[in-house]
């Protein structure tokens, strides 16, 4: 059983910066594409940015330009650093793996198979 364990969540004013990451418990992090998704009081889970194994990204239109996913493959850890943050930002934030080798990256919350619990990131105005 993988578990997915997010830290980096807070209260941050608008235009501010928070850096979330994700460590994942398998052996063989490199084998997975990992995702970001959020949600937001009331609202359905949404996606935010992945990667994938071969470190491919790809962004939300409603993030792109001031989000950066990475990951690091010798601390075995995934990152989503945000910049310019928004009220509008706030949500629970969540982290999720699924095996793949694809170069396709993988949007669809459906297609993981692994989540964290999430952390919390707040944005003041």
């Known amino acids: 059983q993988v578990q997915l364990v997010e830290s980096g969540g807070g209260v941050v004013q608008a235009g501010g910066s928070l850096r979330l990451a994700c460590a994942p418990s398998?052996?063989?992090?490199?084998?997975?594409?990992m995702g970001w998704f959020r949600q937001a009081p009331g609202k359905e889970r949404e996606f935010v940015a992945a990667i994938t194994a071969g470190s491919t990204t790809y962004y939300a239109d409603n993030v792109k330009g001031r989000t950066t996913i990475s990951r690091d493959n010798a601390e075995k850890a995934v990152y989503l650093e945000m910049n310019s943050l928004k009220p509008e930002d706030t949500a629970v934030y969540y982290c999720?793996?699924?095996?793949?080798?694809?170069?396709?990256?993988?949007?669809?919350?459906?297609?993981?198979?692994?989540w964290g619990q999430g952390t919390q990131v707040t944005v003041s105005s």
């Open positions: 398998q052996r063989t992090f490199e084998a997975y594409a």
């Open positions: 999720a793996a699924v095996v793949s080798g694809g170069i396709v990256v993988i949007t669809k919350s459906q297609a993981y198979e692994y």
